[in-house]
């Protein structure tokens, strides 16, 4: 499991370009809300773990936070630089956060973007700890995939085309259908069962966004499953969703997101 797992959280540095034009980004109240939830001082500092391209970065910097990025990869870090040049106060090292050696107490925030779960928990939450301040803030956030109605029928009509093409990813057996905003699994108790952190604060943010069959090809190819598949595989999976786009859904489709926050002090 261990080794699956990193094997395919080092697929994204293939694709680093794509992933961040592709890739979206995060509500603008995400932000606001763990300024205040976090307590973090002006002019605090923030480590990143598993910054990718800096699309959660760049709003902490422009509000003045200096901030230390913990990138596993080379092109994905690079990428980040170039985002990030306006910011001197941002920098950026390459490198697994499980090996990273940790500043001691040398932090007021710690955040993570849709990252954290490729971590071993035994080893990231402690570390993340032992980084903070007194009084210090973990806050982790991810973007889920959840049913919208304005989706109509598509995923499911995809869904089809997965279980023909590429049933590895989901097949027939593994697909339940979108989970609804309400469905989405809590990481509350994963959180304070580690003994290190206080009260979770959540906040949760619903929002769509709409793709043409390009746009939709380029954010799947950003994904690690569907980047681990054959060459020849993944072509016809694509080939397939973009004709059912532009011919059964007249070229755009809408895709659900719900973004989730967690906040902790630590103990």
Not at 29 to 56: H, K, M, N, W
Not at 197 to 208: A, K, L, M, Q, S
Request: aromatic share 10%; hydrophobic share 35%.
């Amino acid at each position: 499991m261990a080794d699956e797992r990193n094997r395919l959280r080092t697929t994204f540095d293939e694709a680093a370009l794509l992933y961040n034009e592709a890739r979206p980004g995060y509500p603008d109240d995400l932000f606001d809300d763990i300024v205040s939830l976090s307590g973090i001082p002006p002019e605090g500092r923030i480590l990143e773990i598993g910054c990718g391209t800096g699309q959660a970065t760049v709003p902490f910097a422009r509000r003045g936070y200096r901030i230390l990025c913990v990138e596993l990869g080379e092109n994905m870090a690079a990428v980040a630089r170039r985002n990030l040049k306006a910011y001197p106060q941002a920098e950026v090292r390459t490198g697994a956060f499980e090996e990273w050696p940790p500043e001691e107490e040398a932090f007021d925030l710690a955040i993570s973007a849709t990252a954290f779960h490729w971590l071993d928990p035994s080893i990231s939450y402690p570390r993340v700890a032992s980084a903070l301040r007194d009084g210090g803030s973990l806050a982790l956030f991810w973007n889920v995939h959840v049913h919208s109605d304005a989706s109509e029928d598509f995923f499911e009509a995809a869904q089809r085309i997965y279980e023909r093409e590429a049933p590895e990813i989901v097949g027939p057996e593994d697909y339940k259908g979108l989970p609804r905003a309400d469905d989405v699994p809590d990481r509350t108790a994963e959180i304070e069962g580690t003994g290190l952190f206080g009260e979770v604060i959540t906040r949760h943010y619903r929002w769509d966004e709409t793709y043409d069959s390009g746009s939709y090809l380029a954010v799947l190819n950003t994904y690690s499953g569907h980047r681990s598949l054959r060459d020849d595989t993944r072509e016809r999976l694509l080939r397939g969703i973009a004709d059912l786009i532009d011919t059964k859904f007249g070229g755009r489709i809408v895709k659900g997101y719900l973004t989730t926050l967690y906040v902790a002090r630590r103990k």
